[in-house]
């Protein structure tokens, strides 16, 4: 493309090169270096991969299990009062809505309660603007003068202005809430620097991107997937929920969606299937030999942007027996198709930069689709839609929209 040569590293055979590599040999920064007036200068993309190791570390903290347990009530609560709106029944477009949803709870988890209860509106037509400052252009040139890059540009520092104040008074106040938000106040590098204000709001968008495009089509897939196979996936989730519900009752907290494993392999077939994010790159900086499945040798050589494709790898059938066919069984035990060789499975990536959200991302989907499951029952409108390959996040084209009616289950 343009000047530059890509490499497809496909399927488990070859993709260990890709997964496994260190990062002076093959680097996320060349390639993703786009994302730097997004995000904002000083953090991920914008450091060299020792200080990025050490910001990864903030984001793990704030992943530590006592932190997702204390997510998971946000996230019933956000889900409960959204659901609650609804009537007795109706059509909703799917992906619009759980949207709708994941924005609410991401700004109460990640962005603190002062921007969720005060400045949900205003933050979120700003991150809106930053979002779509975001195109297929930007990859090449991130800085050309086009109206989507100056709108992102505006919209950054009007969010940096309103995090500047909210930042200043948790730090005054000495508050310490319990959120992505205060963990990288918190966070101390290891010659003990703090990140300046910027910094910390530039961390939560790098987050806010990571996350909420990804489980909005995920949780959305998900739906769509199961309810379009209502029949033979369906009386399985519901028959789980029963289940728990009798030893539970109502209540979900982290334990309790931890006891949903067939959930679990729904949402990950989902995730097989449409994978958001259907390329992962990655900057070659020393040349590698590979061999292919049919024992013919290539040298990759210093320079190539080195590739994988999710989206290709997953519907590989001689690593996913009807790989086009939606069977959450397969990730059953004792041998579950993604455990047979290294890398079938790559829809958080893998090996050093696997994504660290991954947890997160179960427990929010798993929540949604927990109490939607015991309080109504869907059906399909129309046809289960195509991907939409035109955008950066790969998500079902619209409209997405199913048929619901309110019970008990």
């Avoid at 953090?43 to 704030?62: G, K, P």
């Avoid at 992102?152 to 730090?171: C, E, M, P, S, Y």
């Avoid at 299937?273 to 259907?278: G, S, V």
Wanted: with cysteine; charged share 30%.
């Amino acid at each position: 493309m343009f000047h530059k040569r890509i490499t497809f590293l496909i399927g488990p055979h070859v993709s260990e090169h890709f997964f496994k590599a260190r990062d002076a040999d093959m680097s996320q920064k060349e390639v993703y270096e786009f994302n730097v007036p997004t995000f904002g200068k000083g953090v991920v993309f914008d450091v060299d991969h020792l200080t990025r190791a050490e910001q990864f570390r903030f984001f793990a903290d704030s992943l530590k299990s006592d932190r997702l347990r204390s997510y998971v009530g946000m996230m019933v609560k956000e889900a409960e009062d959204y659901f609650g709106k609804w009537g007795e029944s109706g059509e909703v477009d799917l992906l619009d809505a759980l949207s709708e949803l994941i924005v609410l709870t991401a700004s109460r988890c990640l962005l603190g309660r002062e921007i969720r209860e005060t400045l949900f509106s205003e933050v979120t037509t700003l991150v809106h603007d930053l979002d779509k400052g975001m195109v297929p252009l930007s990859v090449f040139f991130p800085y050309a003068p086009i109206e989507a890059h100056r709108k992102r540009d505006a919209a950054r520092r009007d969010l940096a202005a309103i995090f500047d104040r909210v930042i200043q008074a948790r730090r005054e106040a000495n508050a310490h809430e319990p959120d992505v938000l205060q963990t990288f106040i918190d966070a101390r590098y290891r010659d003990g620097s703090r990140l300046t204000n910027d910094q910390v709001l530039g961390m939560l968008i790098a987050v806010l991107f990571a996350g909420q495009h990804t489980s909005s089509i995920t949780s959305t897939w998900t739906g769509l997937l199961t309810i379009a196979n209502k029949e033979r996936v369906m009386p399985t989730l519901e028959g789980e929920q029963k289940k728990v519900m009798e030893k539970h009752g109502g209540k979900i907290d982290f334990d309790v969606l931890a006891e949903m494993d067939e959930l679990h392999y729904a949402i990950k077939e989902a995730l097989r299937m449409h994978p958001p994010l259907i390329m992962l790159l990655r900057q070659c900086h020393k040349p590698f030999k590979v061999t292919t499945s049919k024992g013919k040798e290539f040298v990759v050589p210093k320079g190539h942007i080195v590739a994988t494709s999710p989206a290709f790898s997953h519907r590989l059938n001689n690593v996913f027996s009807d790989a086009d066919t939606y069977k959450p069984s397969r990730f059953r035990q004792p041998s579950p198709e993604d455990k047979e060789k290294f890398a079938s499975f790559i829809g958080f990536g893998g090996g050093r930069h696997g994504c660290m959200g991954e947890t997160f991302a179960f427990m929010q989907i798993k929540t949604i689709w927990s109490i939607l499951l015991r309080n109504f029952e869907f059906e399909l409108v129309g046809k289960l839609p195509e991907p939409d390959y035109e955008g950066m996040v790969v998500g079902p084209k619209h409209p997405c929209t199913i048929r619901y009616k309110r019970r008990k289950l």
